[in-house]
């Protein structure tokens, strides 16, 4: 039982929430990490593997991120484990259900993650009544498809150029991950006249130093290709798409990928987390050691969280963006410089700021939570 109590601190989590309805095969866990600002804001990833440690570190990430962007929410997450690919009856099936289950967690407003988009959204909503990240069609602002999160990312890019020593036009970019937040990161940089080198997906990996061309990508993955089919491709080894030489590296597909021990081969100025949690603890201290800069998934995929947020309070596209740009560029420069002042890794100055003003609410609760 105490076991249970192993992720607890001083910050949360206020309920961990274990879901099996055995006549759908439904296995889910809820992870409410703190409250203090407001209702916790936290994606659903859908995911055949997932562990209420994962969950509990993703929730944790929630209410880091929701707090350093200045928002009234606290942190949740929450994990189907399903496999994302089933027939699509299936799947509206357990996320209704899964709905149904979170009803009385009323301090819990899910949003889309891995494996799950808005129209899953819009099915939690028709059950409960409470969701972000919804289809226009039901006055929502689609994060996904808009690509708020990817844009986010080069908010944080073109705010961290200086301190990492380059300039966005002309960079060389490399993205793990070519889903909804990848694939809207490379149509940014696009834009700002950076080049795409580098690029995998759940399938394989493709390189190319002289740039890949974003819209062929786009067109086979919206035939439900991978990115291998790009033609001409230079197919490389899933592993090494770290060792391409760049200017960013954006992991925007699984937690943990980048270890101590492969970090050592990243050739780039600048790591940008596009996924959450993409990076365990040592793996950022040695890019610290190595010179490599870390923008921090609390800090740089915050787009996401931002437009929620907007969302909920009946916002519009227009001023998500708005707020992202602003949000976004203000606390890139506010993280990095404390991070170069004091002397500390990027992250623990995103937590700093985050924490002060997680405690600061906390401290008008009665419980504290
Ligand atoms: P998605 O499901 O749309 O896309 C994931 C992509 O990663 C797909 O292209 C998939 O093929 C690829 N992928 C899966 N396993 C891979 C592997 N082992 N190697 C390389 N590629 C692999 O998901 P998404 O919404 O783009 O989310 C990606 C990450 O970003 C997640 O960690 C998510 O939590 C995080 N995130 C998403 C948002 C958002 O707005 N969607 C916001 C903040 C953080």
Not at 181 to 210: M, T, Y
Request: proline fraction near 5%; hydrophobic fraction near 45%; glycine fraction near 10%.
């Amino acid at each position: 039982m105490s076991d249970y109590f192993r992720f607890a601190d001083s910050l949360g989590p206020e309920k961990i929430v274990h879901i099996y309805e055995p006549a759908l095969q439904l296995k889910a866990i809820v992870v409410i990490d703190n409250t203090a600002a407001g209702c916790a804001i936290g994606g659903i990833r859908m995911a055949l593997n997932g562990s209420v440690e994962e969950c509990s570190r993703l929730a944790r990430a929630m209410t880091f991120k929701n707090a350093l962007a200045g928002l009234p929410h606290g942190g949740g997450k929450s994990i189907i484990l399903a496999d994302p690919s089933m027939p699509a009856a299936e799947k509206e099936q357990i996320v209704r259900a899964f709905a149904v289950a979170i009803r009385d967690l009323a301090e819990y407003v899910p949003g889309p993650d891995m494996g799950l988009d808005e129209t899953a959204m819009a099915w939690v909503k028709s059950e409960i009544g409470r969701a972000s990240g919804l289809p226009r069609a039901i006055g929502g602002i689609p994060l996904d498809e808009i690509g708020a999160t990817g844009y986010g990312l080069c908010v944080a890019a073109e705010a961290a150029q200086e301190f990492a020593g380059f300039t966005l036009e002309g960079a060389r970019i490399v993205i793990q991950g070519f889903g909804a937040v990848g694939r809207h990161a490379a149509q940014f940089f696009a834009k700002k006249k950076a080049r795409l080198v580098g690029v995998s997906d759940s399938k394989g990996a493709i390189a190319d130093p002289d740039g890949l061309d974003i819209s062929r990508l786009l067109s086979i993955k919206g035939q439900g290709g991978s990115i291998i089919d790009y033609n001409p491709a230079k197919i490389i080894r899933p592993d090494d798409l770290i060792a391409i030489a760049c200017e960013i590296w954006i992991p925007a597909a699984r937690p943990d990928v980048l270890t101590e021990n492969n970090v050592v081969a990243l050739r780039t100025k600048l790591v940008l987390q596009g996924a959450n949690i993409p990076a365990t603890a040592q793996a950022e201290h040695r890019m610290g050691e190595l010179g490599i800069l870390n923008v921090p998934d609390i800090l740089a995929n915050a787009g996401g969280v931002i437009t929620a947020a907007v969302e909920y309070r009946g916002g519009t596209e227009h001023s998500a963006f708005d707020l992202i740009q602003r949000n976004i560029t203000a606390n890139t420069h506010a993280v990095l410089a404390a991070a170069r002042a004091e002397n500390i890794l990027p992250r623990q100055a995103a937590i700093n700021i985050a924490q002060r003003r997680i405690e600061s609410a906390m401290a008008l609760r009665r419980w504290h939570l």
